[in-house]
């Protein structure tokens, strides 16, 4: 799933009329080392473990135009800083309340969902965003 194609990447920036910068290409491949879903702060200090200089305001940035071009994806639950990650295909998260761990949820196809709202009501789905919260495994132990 840490799958984005160099070809993809390409393609993207070509498309879109952004510039592939030094700095975008910093924070995706800094968002590649992450299993999880970083949210900002976190790819920043990822950025800055190898780039000192980068400021938080250009991760921001740069992370804003990678959601903006489709290479990655931005979940955004409450109480929750926005989480990125790298799978834009559409599939569910789970995060943990206490500790704010993100996991991908196996098993769940969001197509049922469209496929659902689609027969129940008139409207045609452009986006959805299913929020799922829960209490993680470690937590639950610590409890
Ligand atoms: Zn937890």
Redesign the pocket.
Known sequence: MIGVAERDVREKFRRSGYTLTSQRRAVLDALKEFKGHPSAEEVYLAVKKKNPKVALGTVYQALSVLEEIGLIGAKRWSESPVRYDLNTEPHHDIR?T????VEEIPGVDPGDLFETVRENTPYEVTQTTLVIEG??P??RARN
Not at 98 to 101: D, L, N, P
Request: charged letters at 10%.
């Open positions: 943990c206490e500790c704010g761990t209490v993680c470690s937590c």
